[in-house]
């Protein structure tokens, strides 16, 4: 491949070399060879005086030098014979860098005769020429030749790659110093001379260095031609390509397709994971253009380079396409970075692509997930988005990836209730939490959620996953099934209230007195409203008196008003409350509480439909309707002649009793929905529902405060529970007896007691828990406070601190 990538030059520093002219010395000498004239110069590079050079046989002062043994030999021939010459009578071929140029010019006579020759002689041994500098300075390694393949100049780069000094190699064979892998036949140099042309050789080579180590090279030679274009020898010149050789490894060690392009974008380059993700061979695509192999997906350019016109690009993790060899155009991630000039303008690319079938396919079958599926990273940044997520929360997935996933779900739980925070930090899954979101919309949506830690292969966790479900559906039809077991605000599935529900509706129009009766909490009340909801006089005046909290002595006039003058405080008229529900309905609860006096008076308005006020003869008329409720055993009280059979009789024309809680815990998963919808709306606070293990609780509770017992429990809870689903934690203290009053509560079992005696150990217990403190014992009860006062008495029940 030839490397896109340019190769890390090491500039070396070369030994510091002296530049200076040329020290050009003369010497002339007579016919016999007597030196007439001479300069400084001359006198230096002969290494004599120039007094003692005059008048001096100047071969004589010669014949003892090395360096002029060329020109000893020239001068002992006639001068006659001399030409116009120029010598190099250094020490050659030792190759010593004593090189001195001498040239020699006749000096005709008359005639046929030589006055004698000029000598010219410049001193090559030290001084560095121009050329030899700038042949120096190259970062290549180059070597010049002769036709004998006799190495004849050998450069400071040369020098410094392959560990030998120009004076050992001058003069000697280039293929002794070298041993490279071409030397030989394929000797670049001599097939250069021989074909006369150059020879490129980019890799495949090793030179072998003076310490026996070799190195990748290229190599370049060419022939040296001289003025009358004969060849003279050749010049090699070789660059170590170990950090090209390097990169290129690298490169096709890399996974990852990589191409590069010229500025045209035709293909320069195609590494090994190219081949293998296309399955062309580089050969193949080499000077192809990039939009043969590589399309863009909608949107996008496959070739910004060509598309761009020269500016620079930046690309990264593109989507796009390229055409395998088959003719299939593979999915692909494209990251493209640009190659520029010194003006900043593109001069070509790298292209850098992976197969994104895989990815792709994930994402396919993710989306094909009728589930929202993200991904979080340990930042809660959002990694990845299905199509369902898109659906349910509105948000694209290109504007989700990347943010906060509190930005794009805002969920009440967000922050330090975070579901996927709590399976990240404790590494364990959670599992359908019920929360609500904002869509993007800015409408809340109620979701199921359940997440997990994403653990990396050596059990890092390195973010996490979260599905989600829209629960609307499931919403809309829970409500529905829910529906089937309400009348109004009751909810009941247990089959005596269903039966109640089916003549409800007759009852309710039907204007007949009702009689409710059932335990404290058991939803006496709500039952009585129910009925009037679905009345005809729905409309109309609905009044509820509890006759059980009203002192008895107050009763009356509050039942029925006074006259002014009636009694001591009556100053004025005051009308009652059967005056107030005229042409309604009035709720008398607690009925069984009433005094025998106002007995009487009930039965006549309900038989006449007519009483008369305290302190007043004259009857009043009234249309109303009774509907009355009690938690006392009114047959009993009529038995024990407490309260009057014909009231009761005439009490009791319909008669609704209504089942303690206990005997109907079908209802208890109802009411408990019921109650945290009720509570969640109310309160704002984003609390699912209850765990398991509270259901397994209070399915097994005895509830004597009945279902009004069960909505404080739930009530309580919501204030203790964060978020999610409520936990036991998170339940009124009498679901956590200490170890004493839990071995005290098992070793008195309730087998055996009537249901008086168990409501009155249960009361007692809740009193003793609460300090006798009211207010807490009706909320751990569940019943009002009317009806803990009645209880009281009823059992006779005592504070042991009370004066
Ligand atoms: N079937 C039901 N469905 C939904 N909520 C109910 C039902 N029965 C009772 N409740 C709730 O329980 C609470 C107690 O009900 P209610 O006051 O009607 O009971 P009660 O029998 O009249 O009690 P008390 O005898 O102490 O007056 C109320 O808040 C009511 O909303």
């Not at 948000?395 to 906060?404: K, L, P, Q």
């Not at 765990?691 to 279902?707: A, C, K, Q, Y």
Request: charged share 25%.
């Amino acid at each position: 491949m030839n490397g896109p990538f340019i190769m890390q030059t090491t500039i070396r520093p070369y030994p510091r070399q002296r530049l200076k002219g040329p020290d050009i010395g003369y010497v002339t000498i007579d016919a016999d060879g007597l030196v007439t004239s001479c300069n400084e110069q001359a006198a230096t590079i002969l290494g004599v005086d120039r007094a003692a050079l005059l008048h001096t046989r100047l071969i004589s002062l010669i014949a003892t030098i090395p360096r002029f043994r060329a020109l000893y030999e020239r001068l002992s021939r006639p001068l006659h014979s001399l030409k116009n010459e120029q010598l190099h009578v250094a020490d050659y071929p030792k190759g010593r860098k004593d090189n001195c140029e001498v040239r020699i010019i006749r000096m005709p006579g008359p005639g046929d005769t030589v006055l004698g020759a000029y000598i010219g002689l410049i001193d090559r041994s030290e001084t560095v020429t121009p050329r030899t500098l700038a042949l120096n300075s190259i970062a290549d390694g180059v070597f010049t030749v002769d036709q004998e393949m006799k190495i004849t100049s050998f450069n400071a780069a040369a020098e410094i790659l392959t560990g030998w000094t120009q004076e050992e190699v001058l003069g000697r064979p280039c293929k002794a110093i070298f041993k490279s892998s071409i030397c030989g036949e394929a000797c670049a140099v001599s097939s250069a001379i021989m074909r006369n042309e150059r020879i490129y050789y980019d890799r495949n080579v090793h030179l072998i260095r003076k310490d026996g180590t070799s190195f990748p090279a290229s190599i370049s030679a060419s022939p040296l031609i001289d003025t009358e274009n004969r060849i003279v020898g050749g010049v090699e010149s070789f660059r170590d390509i170990s950090d090209t050789i390097k990169s290129d490894l690298i490169i096709n060690a890399i996974a990852e397709g990589v191409v590069t392009f010229d500025a045209h974008g035709i293909i320069t380059s195609f590494n090994r994971g190219a081949q293998q993700i296309t399955g062309w061979s580089e050969a193949e695509v080499m000077d192809r253009s990039c939009d043969e192999l590589f399309s863009a997906s909608e949107g996008v350019s496959a070739c910004p380079l060509l598309e761009r016109k020269g500016e620079p690009c930046h690309i990264i993790d593109q989507d796009g396409f390229v055409t395998d060899k088959d003719g299939y155009n593979l999915p692909i991630l494209v990251s493209i970075t640009s190659m520029v000039d010194a003006n900043n303008q593109a001069i070509g690319c790298v292209q850098t692509f992976r197969d994104n079938t895989e990815a792709l396919q994930k994402r396919l079958i993710l989306d094909s997930v009728a589930d929202g599926v993200f991904t979080v990273d340990r930042n809660w940044r959002i990694t990845s988005f299905n199509m369902a997520a898109e659906v349910i929360t509105g948000w694209e997935r290109e504007d989700a990836i990347g943010r906060f996933c509190s930005d794009v779900f805002h969920s009440s739980i967000c922050g330090k209730n975070c579901a996927v925070a709590e399976s990240l930090y404790t590494g364990r899954p959670v599992t359908n939490r019920s929360i609500t979101i904002v869509d993007a919309d800015g409408k809340s949506k109620s979701i199921s959620i359940s997440a997990s830690p994403l653990v990396d292969i050596v059990g890092n966790v390195i973010g996490g996953v979260e599905t989600f479900r829209d629960l609307s559906v499931e919403e809309t039809l829970r409500k529905q099934l829910l529906q089937r077991y309400t009348f109004d605000e009751i909810i009941s599935k247990s089959p005596a209230m269903q039966r109640y529900f089916q003549i409800l509706p007759d009852v309710a129009t039907s204007d007949s007195t009702v009689l409710i009766l059932g335990e404290s909490g058991t939803g006496k009340g709500v039952m009585a409203e129910a009925i009037v909801n679905a009345s005809t006089r729905k409309d109309k005046p609905f009044i509820s008196v509890n006759c059980g909290a009203i002192p008895e002595t107050l009763l009356e006039s509050e039942l029925f008003g006074y006259r002014s003058g009636a009694f001591t405080d009556a100053r004025k008229d005051r009308e009652g409350r059967f005056a107030a529900a005229a042409g309604g309905t009035i709720f008398l609860d607690e009925i069984g509480d009433i005094p025998h006096s106002l007995q009487v008076k009930l039965l006549r308005v309900l038989e006449e439909h007519v009483y008369e006020p305290l302190g007043s003869n004259d009857s009043i008329k009234v249309d109303i309707r009774v509907i009355a409720a009690t938690n006392r055993d009114l047959k009993r009280a009529v038995e024990k002649g407490l309260f009057r059979d014909d009231l009761y009789y005439r009490l009791n024309v319909v008669n609704i009793t209504l089942p303690p809680l206990r005997d109907r815990r079908e209802d208890i998963p109802l009411l408990v929905d019921h109650f945290v919808d009720r509570f969640r709306a109310e309160k704002k606070k984003d609390i699912a529902g209850v765990s398991d293990e509270v259901m397994t609780v209070l399915m097994h509770h005895d509830f004597p405060g009945n279902i009004r017992e069960l909505e404080n429990i739930i009530e309580y809870a919501f204030i203790l529970c964060p978020g999610g689903f409520i936990q036991k934690g998170h339940l009124p203290d009498a679901f956590h007896p200490s170890e004493t009053e839990a071995s005290e509560a098992s070793a008195t079992p309730k087998a055996g007691l009537t249901l008086e005696q168990i409501e009155r150990q249960a009361i007692l217990g809740s009193l003793q828990r609460n300090k006798w403190r009211k207010m807490m014992t009706c909320r751990e009860l569940g019943i009002s406070k009317d009806t803990l006062r009645r209880k009281i008495e009823r059992f006779e029940l005592e504070d042991p601190l009370a004066d």
